[in-house]
Every structure is written in structure tokens, then in C-alpha cells.
């Protein structure tokens, strides 16, 4: 079945860590996405990526970084400069530009830093 | 800019009533895409039902519907028979030709179904 995977489900740190999140799709979409959400808030961009190799941030993307060395994998580090780092995070992936198209989400991973 | 503007942070619909969702949108983009995600209390963001800017007719998907209003800027989604499942938090999004891949999404709106 084709979709979007997260792991870990949840991930507990301590402060001061560096922590990756993974994400990967088997969807062929060029396009992928990292989103954060608080309780009871939207999502806020963190980072975008269209192509292999290439970013962009996002309206958030202090204290994260990214990389997109294959087309199915886009992992997220949440790095210990980012203030406030335990919330929900959603990665999505579409196909590119093509609006008609929807984001397709993975199931998300919850950080807890202690 | 882009933005999408849901002012109701939380809604109650007696099971089997309908129930309307607002949604305000503000794009300088000629061309876009609107869409409404529903997010249960398990976190993961379920896609609904989509509506194109040149769309004559409003979107259908089964018990949901979204009232297009071109010139209002407003696409508001209608859940018709309202069922306990349909509790749950709703995000409405849109994209835009000229703005490439990025999606911009609302605060959403907390939908609990009454029995």
C-alpha cells in the first residue's frame, strides 16, 4: 500500500539533545513537507522540499534542519536551539504543482523533551 | 500573502443535523485549490473533499459539501447527518498555482457531535 511512514509514534529526549525525526513515502510524490503542531493550534510549516536536494524553509524553521538526499526520504532533526520543541509533528508529501492534488500526511510522531 | 481564516474555534451539532464550517480565504493568486482536512484525536489528517477556483459547481463527497463563494472568498464545508465519528478537529487549506507547493492551512475548528 502506497503512503506516508513515521517513526518513532512518540519520542521522549532529554533538553539539549539533538533528535531526528524520520519520514518516508513510497507515493513518487516530488514535493514533501514537515509540519508542527501545538495543542489545540494549526499547522505551522517548518520546512518544504520540491526536489532531491533542494529546501526551503518555512515559516518556522528555526532550531530545525532538514535533508533530501532521496526522493522518498526526508528526515527532520529538531536540534537543541529550538526553544520549545515538544509538540506534534506532521510530515506530508504532494505531487508538485499540481493543485488539484491533496497532501497526504503520515500518521505524525509526538516529541516530549524532559 | 496567503492566509485562511476559521473563526470558529469550536462547534456542537446535535447527531443527524448538519452543520456548517466557515472558511475565509485571502490569496492574490489567480488560480488555487481549496481543501478541508479532518483530524480526529489521533492526529492524523484525513483529506475530504477539494474545490478548484475555476470550479463551476461546488464540491460533493458524500455527506460533505463545500459552499463555494468566489467572491466572498469563502468556502465554507457542510456535513450533512452528522455522526458521533464526525467529532473531531477540521482544517481548511489552500494552494495556489503561482505560490508553487505550499500549502497553507487555518487554525481549524473543534467539531464535537452530540447524541
Known amino acids: 500500500d502506497g503512503g506516508i511512514t513515521q517513526s518513532p509514534k512518540y519520542l521522549f529526549r532529554k533538553e539539549g539533545q539533538n533528535v531526528t525525526l524520520s519520514c518516508e513515502q513510497n507515493?513518487?510524490?516530488?514535493?514533501m513537507y514537515w509540519y508542527r503542531q501545538d495543542p489545540g493550534q494549526g499547522l505551522r510549516l517548518i520546512y518544504y522540499?520540491?526536489?532531491?536536494?533542494?529546501?526551503q524553509k518555512g515559516d518556522i524553521a528555526e532550531g530545525y534542519s532538514v535533508s533530501r538526499e532521496k526522493k522518498e526520504s526526508f528526515p527532520l532533526t529538531v536540534t537543541s536551539a529550538q526553544k520549545n520543541p515538544t509538540a506534534f509533528y506532521l510530515c506530508?508529501?504532494?505531487?508538485?504543482?499540481?493543485?488539484?492534488?491533496?497532501?497526504?500526511f503520515g500518521p505524525g510522531t509526538r516529541l516530549t523533551v524532559l | 500573502a496567503q492566509k485562511i481564516t476559521q473563526t470558529q474555534p469550536g462547534m456542537f451539532v446535535q447527531e443527524k443535523e448538519a452543520v456548517t464550517l466557515d472558511c475565509t480565504y485571502d490569496?492574490?493568486?489567480?488560480?488555487?485549490?481549496l481543501f478541508w482536512y479532518k483530524q480526529p484525536s489521533s492526529g492524523e489528517m484525513i483529506f475530504l473533499i477539494y474545490q478548484g477556483s475555476y470550479d463551476q459547481q461546488n464540491a460533493t463527497e458524500g455527506r460533505y459539501s463545500l459552499n463555494f463563494q468566489k467572491a466572498r472568498k469563502s468556502a465554507n464545508l457542510v456535513i450533512s447527518a452528522s455522526q458521533l465519528g464526525d467529532s473531531a478537529m477540521y482544517f481548511c487549506a489552500m494552494r495556489g498555482w503561482n505560490t508553487g507547493n505550499q500549502f497553507y492551512f487555518g487554525t481549524g475548528t473543534s467539531l464535537t457531535v452530540i447524541p
Open positions: 490569496t492574490s493568486d489567480p488560480s488555487y485549490g
Open positions: 507515493l513518487n510524490h516530488d514535493a
Open positions: 506530508a508529501s504532494s505531487i508538485l504543482l499540481a493543485g488539484v492534488d491533496e497532501q497526504f
Open positions: 522540499s520540491q526536489i532531491v536536494n533542494d529546501f
